[in-house]
């Protein structure tokens, strides 16, 4: 089975704070990336995705992301952190599965705490 | 403007009282899928159809059933809810698209099971 890992489960920034948020995968093959994140009280939504061409992205609310080929990896950024960035955030992985079907795996989520 | 509704949002049944979770959707989005997720724990994938077509996970108990009767309604079906069925269900839509899923996600149903 694909795996999707981010090594922070839980990070506390201060407002103004530069944010790094890790994620890796395992799928060797042709893949779709995305971050969701999920605000207190509210349903996951897009951040932003790659599909192809510049691997670096730009999403909503001034997140952006990279994808690295060679690295497996898929990094969220976001130069300057405010309070109402405090919420979860989930990186997902999208690949077409043995069976033909496009198939989603999440990692389990980071939870960003932005202190005012 | 609420997309994919999921209803109700938070559901307390007993311990193998049959249980059923409803998900909405206004996309005409032709893909729909239910996931689980545990406290810190990825959104595990349960199910998901294609249209009509039902694919389910290899490892989802059989506790656990859908249907779909039409293009905006999915259920999710708890046969005999047990203690660890606890969680929050989340309903998702895409379309069918080669390109990548795009998933529309629901606010999620909390189950807790007494």
């Known amino acids: 089975a694909q795996s999707v890992s981010q090594h922070n489960h839980h990070v506390i920034l201060s407002e103004a704070a530069s944010l790094e948020l890790g994620c890796n995968y395992s799928y060797g093959g042709t893949v779709n990336l995305f971050w969701y994140v999920q605000y207190p009280g509210q349903h996951l939504q897009l951040l932003l995705k790659?599909?192809?061409?510049?691997?670096l992205v730009k999403g909503i609310k001034g997140f952006e992301a990279e994808f690295i080929k060679s690295k497996f990896s898929f990094n969220l950024r976001k130069p300057s952190v405010q309070w109402s960035d405090t919420a979860e955030y989930f990186c997902?992985?999208?690949?077409?599965?043995?069976?033909?079907?496009?198939?989603?795996?999440f990692g389990t989520g980071t939870k960003l705490q932005v202190i005012p | 403007d609420a997309m994919v509704i999921q209803n109700p949002r938070y559901q307390v049944t007993q311990f193998g009282k049959p249980v059923t979770l409803s998900c909405s959707q206004t996309?005409?989005?032709?893909?729909m899928y239910w996931y689980q997720q545990k406290s810190s724990q990825a959104p595990k994938l349960l199910f998901h159809?294609?249209?009509?077509?039902?694919?389910n996970e290899a490892d989802t108990p059989d506790n656990f059933q859908s249907r779909r009767p039409n293009t905006s309604f999915c259920f999710l079906d708890i046969r005999s809810p047990g203690l660890g069925d606890a969680a929050m269900y989340l309903c998702?839509?895409?379309?069918?698209?080669?390109?990548?899923?795009?998933?529309?996600f629901g606010a999620g149903t909390r189950l807790s099971v007494l």
């Open positions: 159809y294609y249209d009509k077509d039902f694919n």
């Open positions: 997902a992985v999208n690949y077409m599965n043995s069976g033909g079907y496009q198939k989603v795996t």
């Open positions: 996309l005409n989005h032709n893909v």
């Open positions: 998702a839509t895409s379309r069918r698209d080669r390109r990548a899923n795009i998933q529309y």
């Open positions: 790659y599909f192809s061409g510049d691997p």
